[in-house]
């Protein structure tokens, strides 16, 4: 990919080839729209392929409910049809005290109301689950055994082959430097390797999105911050010890699963930043240790191969800015994930593709406005893991 020449121009530029900008570019492929995605490194190398693998709907209100709903269908729908894995192995919240257990209540109705089967159970049926849990202090568990797990490596791949395959030109090591806007319009991005003229700009760099709005000039205030957060894996085990994503917000806000190569992948809280480091530290592994065992006490026995960091881009309200900026012509923006936006790709790209082909979606898109920060409309907080 890195030695195609660039063409001069486009119908659609997307900035960013990270799981959005590659589902993006795929679905406006499909639908026989000119694409072309510009990546300063290589596909993957923001926080796609560093992220801990989860799909869940397990949210706490309607929009991200709903959203994730047509997520996971797309997720079964691809995987199945490209070959990648996505397993629906669930996510189970352990829940600790009478508190929690109102709250995820609540969550499990607004759930339950469009469809996701997500149901409280007993301690006893989580350790049905997951044999290893301890469930000495676990009062009941959120269980939802639509949501799943899918491979960032293989998915992002496939969804990258199959843009270039319906047409979509994806391109490496090339960074944009500059937007070219005339009179509030849109005319091309300037990088290092060459001028591709365009009329339509998608900001999918997540981490580095405010960089790209500041050089588009964009009027309004988009509070996108990048944060360092860490993950380990172990070495395998036997496949199927750990099925689910396990979350505890007691014990550091932690999750953890096993991969499809045995290993146990997680992380916790444990948030640094505003920051663009990316050095693992001490404090984490020394954090992540402590309550991971305390989740699975057998994990003492096991030794942690790597641990490495990346970012969670944070919005104010742990929900992305999704949509359009009035004010430049054909500016369009979907960033700051929070945590989630791995999960969440495939119906973005399906919602922003709407947009932009359309004018509107059927998935309720308004609640990711990017103009709620200057309005001072947030929203409920988005639940965030780690
Ligand atoms: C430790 C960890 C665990 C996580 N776990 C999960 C999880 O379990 N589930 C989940 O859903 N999400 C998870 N996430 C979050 C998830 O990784 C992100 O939300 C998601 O990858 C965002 O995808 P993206 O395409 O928006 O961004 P990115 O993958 O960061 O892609 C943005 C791309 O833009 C490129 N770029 C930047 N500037 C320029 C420029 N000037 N020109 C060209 N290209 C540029 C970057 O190189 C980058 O590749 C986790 C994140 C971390 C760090």
């Known amino acids: 990919m890195p030695h195609k020449e660039l063409p001069d121009k486009s119908e659609i530029v997307i900035i960013g080839g990270g799981i959005v900008g590659v589902t993006l570019a795929h679905e406006l492929a499909k639908r026989g729209e000119e694409v072309v995605v510009l990546e300063k490194r290589f596909i993957g190398s923001g926080s796609t392929f560093r992220c801990g693998t989860g799909i869940r709907q397990q949210f706490n209100d309607e929009a991200n409910v709903q959203v994730m709903k047509r997520s996971v269908e797309l997720w079964k729908k691809y995987s199945e049809e490209y070959g990648f894995s996505f397993e629906q192995t ?3 919240f352990l829940l600790y005290d009478d508190e929690e257990v109102e709250e995820f209540k609540k969550n499990i109705a607004i759930q339950n109301r469009f469809g996701v ?17 301890d469930i000495s202090e676990v009062v009941a568990a959120s269980w939802n055994p639509t949501d799943g797990k899918a491979d960032p490596f293989h998915s992002t791949t496939a969804f990258a082959l199959h843009a270039e395959e319906m047409g979509a030109k994806l391109y490496e090591y090339t960074e944009v430097k500059e937007i070219i806007i005339e ?8 990088t290092n390797r060459g001028v ?9 760099t997540n981490a580095w999105a405010k960089l790209i709005n500041a050089m588009a000039k964009v009027p309004i205030h988009i509070p996108i911050e990048p944060y360092k957060h860490q993950a380990i894996i172990t070495q395998p085990i036997k496949g199927g010890t750990v099925k689910p994503m396990v979350i505890s917000f007691k014990y550091g806000h932690a999750y953890l699963t096993q991969t499809n190569h045995g290993g146990i992948v997680g992380g916790v809280g444990y948030e640094v930043g505003p920051t663009y480091d990316l050095n693992p530290s001490y404090q984490f592994m020394k954090e992540v240790s402590y309550y991971l065992t305390k989740i699975i006490p057998a994990l003492r026995e096991l030794l942690i191969l790597r641990t490495w960091a990346g970012y969670y881009a944070k919005t104010p309200d742990s ?23 791995f999960m969440m790709a495939p119906a973005v790209a399906e919602m922003l593709s709407d947009l932009i082909t359309k004018g509107k979606s059927k998935l309720p898109i308004e609640w990711y406005d990017p103009y709620r920060f200057e309005r001072g409309e947030l929203r409920n907080k988005a639940l965030q893991m780690g």
Do not use: C, M, Q, W
């Not at 149901?119 to 350790?127: G, H, Q, S, V």
């Not at 929900?319 to 936006?341: L, V, W």
């Open 90 to 92: 669930g996510y189970l």
């Open 117 to 133: 089967p997500t149901r409280l159970i007993t301690p006893e049926e989580a350790k049905e689950i997951v044999p290893l849990l």
């Open 183 to 190: 009179n509030g319009e849109i005319k091309g991005v300037k």
């Open 196 to 204: 591709v003229n365009t009329g339509i700009i998608v900001n999918a």
């Open 319 to 341: 929900n992305p800015a999704i949509g359009r900026i009035n004010e430049i012509d054909e500016y369009y923006i979907a960033a700051g994930f929070s945590g989630h936006g």
